[in-house]
């Protein structure tokens, strides 16, 4: 009894002060569990908070990068319908000559090619930016020695969820940006030139290429400002996310850290406990019936 009661003294004062060593160790009051079933329980439903919340920040990333590249796009063409319509004003100059004339087409094929490469880029991974869903396959095809240049994209839009109750749009379709091909801003550009070569170039053309650019014009202005507006969306939402972040991790820390100076008075206490269980364990043991019969 004497020898079974020590030694459970002394397992017992060990695991206690192995386990206050592992608390320092670790900077963790709750190893496991058993330590704190409650604190467990709820540092676990943070921690899983703080995960799902760490996914929402990580996907606000790459929402911001696809919407960056899509509105970079526009931007460009943008600036390529502007320098467009500068060149088809000043085809409307009735003492240009045909050579004149098709300087200024020669130009606007060389912007029409430009503005098939824009509807026609592709993100860092390589897919289409205005192809819709179908992110392998070239939107616009077709150059000027086609009869057209043709949209093979779908009208799907791509969405990225940013938070529990928001999927935030990242793409746009080309036909919505840029036409269809047959009808549109390809085709407004193929017209233009067309007539100019034609050499029966007019003020009605001018006027009829201008309005189709300025029809063109507004559907960027409009889909570049909502893209704007979904990049000033992910900002906000991210700093609110942010202190999420900060947050579920200051409740972590809360539930989980350990009190340096009580854990260290406690291992000092536990320390002279164990030694104190060890030498009773020693001089108990030592004792023998036989050293009462001599």
């Given at each position: 009894?004497?020898?079974?009661?020590?030694?459970?003294?002394?397992?017992?004062?060990?695991?206690?002060?192995?386990?206050?060593?592992l608390q320092l160790a670790s900077g963790r009051r709750v190893l496991k569990p058993s330590d704190d079933p409650v604190a467990a329980a709820r540092a676990l439903e943070?921690?899983?908070?703080?995960?799902?919340?760490?996914q929402f920040?990580?996907?606000m990333g790459y929402a911001r990068d696809n919407l960056r590249q899509v509105e970079g796009a526009m931007t460009a063409a943008t600036e390529l319908i502007t320098y467009a319509r500068t060149r088809a004003v000043d085809a409307g100059n009735a003492t240009y000559t045909q050579p004149e004339l098709n300087a200024i087409a020669s130009d606007l094929r060389a912007q029409y090619e430009q503005l098939r490469a824009l509807a026609n880029t592709r993100d860092g991974e390589g897919n289409y930016l205005f192809a819709g869903f179908s992110l392998n396959?070239?939107?616009?095809?077709?150059?000027?020695?086609?009869?057209?240049?043709?949209?093979?994209?779908?009208a799907g839009v791509r969405e990225i969820?940013?938070?529990?109750?928001?999927?935030?749009?990242?793409?746009?379709?080309?036909?919505?940006i840029f036409g269809d091909g047959v009808t549109g801003l390809f085709a407004d550009f193929r017209t233009l030139i067309?007539?100019?070569?034609s050499g029966t170039f007019n003020s009605t053309d001018v006027g009829n290429a201008l309005n189709g650019m300025n029809s063109a014009m507004d559907v960027l202005m409009r889909e570049h400002a909502a893209v704007?507006?979904?990049?000033?969306?992910?900002?906000?939402l991210e700093n609110v996310n942010a202190d999420f972040d900060l947050q579920y991790a200051e409740t972590l820390s809360r539930i989980q850290d350990l009190?340096?100076?009580?854990?260290?008075?406690?291992?000092?206490?536990?320390?002279?406990?164990l030694e104190a269980a060890q030498q009773s364990y020693v001089r108990v043991t030592g004792l023998s019936l036989f050293d009462l019969l001599r």
């Open positions: 009894m004497i020898y079974d009661f020590g030694r459970n003294a002394m397992m017992r004062q060990t695991a206690e002060f192995t386990n206050t060593q943070v921690s899983q908070s703080k995960n799902v919340n760490g920040l990580e996907n396959t070239e939107p616009f095809v077709g150059d000027l020695s086609a009869p057209a240049t043709t949209y093979a994209g779908d969820r940013v938070s529990a109750s928001r999927d935030i749009p990242v793409s746009a379709p080309g036909d919505l067309t007539r100019l070569e704007g507006s979904r990049l000033g969306e992910i900002d906000a009190d340096y100076t009580e854990a260290i008075s406690r291992f000092s206490q536990q320390q002279t406990l």
